[in-house]
């Protein structure tokens, strides 16, 4: 409910402040694939704002299923090749190099996992697991001219811990808008700092939940598969979508925590571009 709120509150007090959108002439996206957006007209100020359900695992690990309404879209600024925005928790930049590179940075705050996110009850005696600020630094090489095949890298760090995602993906049907289908699949990393938060037992988290004391090491954490969508219902409106199965290697299914060897969740929603 914090992170709805908050975000709720970021986007009211963009459009407050925001002014008319630089009628300069209309430009392709930064990147014309779906899962990058780009709310501009070209240079200038972007305003996107919107809803979108997913229905998805309750928190790593879980076999149960949550339905949750967030706020999406965001606010940018754009000149030439480089993309400034604050989306929800995160706030970073963007820009493309010689046509073939996509290089992301951004600070964002990452929520840690609560014992009542079990209805179940199986997170009791486990406490709350650790928040924090992270560093994302992404970049995206594409293999084509028209971006239709590309490999993806990120590195997430923070106090929570440190996540590597390595993958390629392919845009099917994408026109030079920035719409269509895009597919990709990723092999992810974790350090044992993360993988311990995420899915490892602590002697005091054993004494208080009666799961066994379990460590986490390092190394491979999930293989992953995710599918993108975007377009355009007029001049204003856009609908999206997103889907993601993500099945977990050994070390983590194996935790007491894991009740389920994957991560799933589907999504869709619309944003109002002004």
């Not at 709805?4 to 009628?23: K, R």
């Not at 090749?81 to 963007?94: L, N, V």
């Amino acid at each position: 409910m914090k992170k709805i709120v908050l975000q709720v509150a970021t986007f009211v007090g963009a459009l407050l402040c925001y002014g008319l959108v630089n009628a300069t002439e209309t430009k392709a996206p930064l990147v014309p694939l779906p899962s990058i957006d780009d709310f501009t007209n070209g240079d200038g100020w972007g305003v996107g704002l919107g809803l979108g359900v997913e229905y998805e695992s309750a928190y790593e690990g879980s076999d149960e299923f949550e339905l949750e309404i967030d706020p999406a879209g965001g606010v940018q600024w754009r000149t030439g090749d480089h993309i400034f925005f604050w989306a929800g928790e995160a706030i970073g930049w963007r820009t493309l190099a010689k046509d073939a590179w996509l290089f992301q940075t951004s600070l964002g705050y990452e929520e840690g996992r609560e014992e009542g996110d079990s209805e179940d009850g199986r997170l009791d005696g486990l406490g709350e697991s650790s928040s924090g600020v992270t560093f994302l630094l992404e970049v995206r090489h594409a293999l084509t001219e028209d971006w239709r095949y590309f490999l993806d890298g990120r590195v997430l760090t923070g106090e929570i811990g440190t996540l590597g995602i390595f993958g390629a993906g392919t845009c099917l049907g994408c026109q030079p808008n920035g719409t269509g289908w895009e597919v990709g699949a990723v092999a992810t990393f974790h350090d044992g700092k993360l993988a311990n938060r995420d899915f490892g037992v602590n002697t005091q988290q054993s004494i208080d939940s009666g799961l066994p004391e379990t460590d986490v090491d390092s190394g491979y954490r999930s293989t992953g598969f995710n599918v993108n969508y975007r377009n355009y219902l007029n001049e204003s409106w856009q609908v999206f979508g997103e889907a993601l199965y993500e099945v977990y290697g050994s070390d983590v299914s194996d935790s007491p925590i894991s009740r389920n060897d994957y991560e799933a969740e589907i999504g869709v929603g619309f944003i109002y571009v002004f």
